[in-house]
């Protein structure tokens, strides 16, 4: 199971355009709130109903954790819950995904030393130890780190070529005019 961790002010197209893409794809999907309730509201203002809080997250359930950015990254990077599920994707070896200043969450927990990774432009100096690319999106062993949200979708066909093979995010591209 993919799981989408959402917290007020998430960039929208960094979580949804993903999602669409995984889910066109076959790959079980689920978003979970860090706030309170199963609303959350994104920097534009487009309220998305979570599946589930992030209480009910699984960790031996995950196949890849991933994170938007935006300015809700702050609010994920300041959750234990979100702490938690990442050390425990680290410690069992399961794909995290994070996108634009995400990616300094987990720059800042150190565990992108000495791999490569990208982020938005500004947030390289919390990637500690990390070799920064300028590229769109950079796969490195567990982690997959995109730029923003202009590589949303470059983002989520690299998910779902990592999930489901080349093959079928090739083939979703063609399907999508991408």
Known sequence: MVYVLLADGFEEIEAIEPIDIMRRAGIEVKTASIT???????????????DMKITD???????LLMLPGGAG???L?????????INECVIRGI????????????????ILNGKRATC???YEKYLYGANVTGDKVVVDGKFITAKGA???????FAITGILKGNAVADKLKEQMQY
Do not use: Q, R, W
């Not at 995904?97 to 969450?105: L, N, W």
């Open 36 to 50: 309170k309730n199963l609303e959350v509201t994104g920097a534009h203002n487009i309220k998305v109903i979570a």
């Open 57 to 63: 997250v699984e960790p031996k359930d995950i196949t």
């Open 73 to 75: 990254h702050e609010l």
């Open 77 to 85: 990077d300041a959750s234990n819950e979100v702490h938690y599920l």
């Open 95 to 110: 794909y995290i995904g994070a996108i634009c200043a995400a990616p300094s969450i987990l720059g800042k927990k150190m």
């Open 120 to 122: 938005f432009p500004g």
């Open 150 to 156: 202009g590589a949303a979708a470059d983002f989520g």
